[in-house]
Nanobody
Framework: VQLQASGGGLVQPGGSLRLSCAASGFAFGDYTIGWFRQTPGKEREAVACIIGDGTNSYYTNAVKGRFTISRDNARNTADLQMNSLKPEDTAIYYC??????????????????WGQGTEVTVSS
């Protein structure tokens, strides 16, 4: 199983970034895919999760209305579109494989695979 996150970078407050997660080594459409983020000294925080067929998704309150998670099962990719970025969104973002969005609902312990992380910095 491999999860390769990309798309991070430096952006000004109010700007946008699109993160992408490329997956391989498993039946992508059979699994929920999530995004977590982490800042130094803090625990990893669930950001969003999308179910296998893409018909339902979940967001932490801090990003609702600003972030959108999507997936393309034909290409084995999952994206996180981040708009109206704030300095507090600065973090390393990880894509995850997590059965039934269990990591999102119950914590990082329930994630079974992590990508390597991509860094997002929101600063003027």
């Amino acid at each position: 199983v491999q999860l390769q996150a990309s798309g991070g970078g430096l952006v000004q407050p109010g700007g946008s970034l699109r993160l992408s997660c490329a997956a391989s080594g498993f039946a992508f459409g059979d699994y929920t895919i999530g995004w977590f983020r982490q800042t130094p000294g803090k625990e990893r925080e669930a950001v969003a999760c999308i179910i296998g067929d893409g018909t339902n998704s979940y967001y932490t309150n801090a990003v609702k209305g600003r972030f959108t998670i999507s997936r393309d099962n034909a290409r084995n990719t999952a994206d996180l579109q981040m708009n109206s970025l704030k300095p507090e969104d600065t973090a390393i973002y990880y894509c995850t494989r997590e059965p039934f969005c269990s990591g999102f609902h119950h914590g990082s312990y329930y994630v079974d695979y992590w990508g390597q992380g991509t860094e997002v910095t929101v600063s003027s």
